[in-house]
């Protein structure tokens, strides 16, 4: 049973930073493609970024381009996403996946078998 733990998450004020984690047990980490994406009240489940098996390949949505950073310590089964110039849209749910598709790069929650907990990320003005 793959299990996701998420934390770091938090309040910041607007220009911010903070740092998620998300720690894996249960299965081979080195394995999956890890993804982050968030959910704001009222609206849909989104895509925010996603990471390589071995941490090679990365991408992210229009909307974090430039300001977050996802990496992966495969030796600790750890993802990391990195938050900078945070703003209050940014505001969410922040959830990590695992997925074994072999397509580069899955954006779709579907494409995403095991999913942790969340954690609450709030941006304030």
């Known amino acids: 049973q793959v299990q996701l733990v998420e934390s770091g998450g938090g309040l910041v004020q607007a220009g911010g930073s903070l740092r998620p984690s998300c720690a894996t047990s249960?299965?081979?980490?080195?394995?999956?493609?890890m993804g982050w994406f968030r959910q704001a009240p009222g609206k849909e489940r989104e895509f925010v970024a996603v990471?390589?098996?071995?941490?090679?390949?990365?991408a992210y949505a229009d909307s974090v381009k430039g300001r977050f950073t996802v990496s992966r310590d495969n030796a600790k089964n750890t993802v990391y996403l990195q938050m900078n110039s945070l703003k209050p849209e940014d505001t969410a749910v922040y959830y990590c996946a695992a997925s074994l598709r072999n397509r580069w790069y899955p954006a779709s929650p579907d494409e995403f078998a095991y999913w942790g907990q969340g954690t609450q990320v709030t941006v304030s003005s």
């Open positions: 990471i390589s098996w071995n941490g090679g390949n990365t």
């Open positions: 249960g299965g081979t980490f080195s394995r999956y493609v």
